[in-house]
C-alpha cells in the first residue's frame, strides 16, 4: 500500500501537483481545483498536528464500521461527504498561493514521517497510528490530483 512516509510516493505526488494547472476541470465533485488545493492542505494540516480536531461525535458512533475500507487498498469513493471544517466556502481561492500551501504541508508531513504521527486524531475516525496516516493521506491527495486530471 502506498504511504506519504515513502520517498518514491511522495515524489509521484509532488509531481503530479506540480503538474496540476489553474484551469484544470473537475471530474467529478464541486471544488474548483484552487478550492481543492486548499481542502486537502487542510486535511493535511489535521495529520499534521497543526490543525487539531475532536472526533465528532457521528464518528464515535460509525467511524468502526467505516474505517478498514478507508485505511485499505481501495481508492476513495468519489463524491463521498467531507466534514465541515474541510468544506472551501470561499469563491475561488488564490491557485499559486493554495499550490505552494499544498506543497508545503505534504513536504512537513513527510519528513515529520510515521512515527510523529502516532495517535493523533482524525476529525472523524478518532486516533490513529502513523502508518494510518500516511496511507490516507496519501490516498487523499491523490484521489484529488486523480479529480483534475493529474
Request: proline share 5%.
Amino acid at each position: 500500500m502506498k504511504t506519504i512516509f515513502d520517498p518514491v510516493a511522495y515524489n509521484e505526488i509532488a509531481g503530479r501537483l506540480e503538474s496540476l494547472q489553474p484551469g484544470a476541470r473537475r471530474q467529478w465533485g464541486k471544488m474548483t481545483v484552487a478550492q481543492m488545493l486548499e481542502h486537502t492542505a487542510r486535511a493535511t494540516e489535521m495529520a499534521t498536528g497543526k490543525r487539531p480536531l475532536k472526533q465528532a461525535l457521528l464518528g464515535r458512533m460509525i467511524g468502526w464500521a467505516f474505517k478498514k475500507n478507508f485505511v485499505g487498498e481501495k481508492p476513495f469513493a468519489k463524491n463521498a461527504p467531507t466534514g465541515p471544517e474541510f468544506v472551501v466556502t470561499a469563491m475561488d481561492p488564490d491557485f499559486n498561493s493554495g499550490k505552494a500551501r499544498l506543497k508545503a504541508v505534504l513536504g512537513e508531513l513527510h519528513v515529520l514521517g510515521e512515527k510523529a504521527c502516532d495517535g493523533r486524531v482524525h476529525a472523524f475516525f478518532g486516533p490513529m497510528t502513523g502508518a494510518e496516516w500516511g496511507v490516507t493521506q496519501y490516498k487523499h491527495v491523490d484521489h484529488h490530483l486523480r479529480q483534475f486530471g493529474a
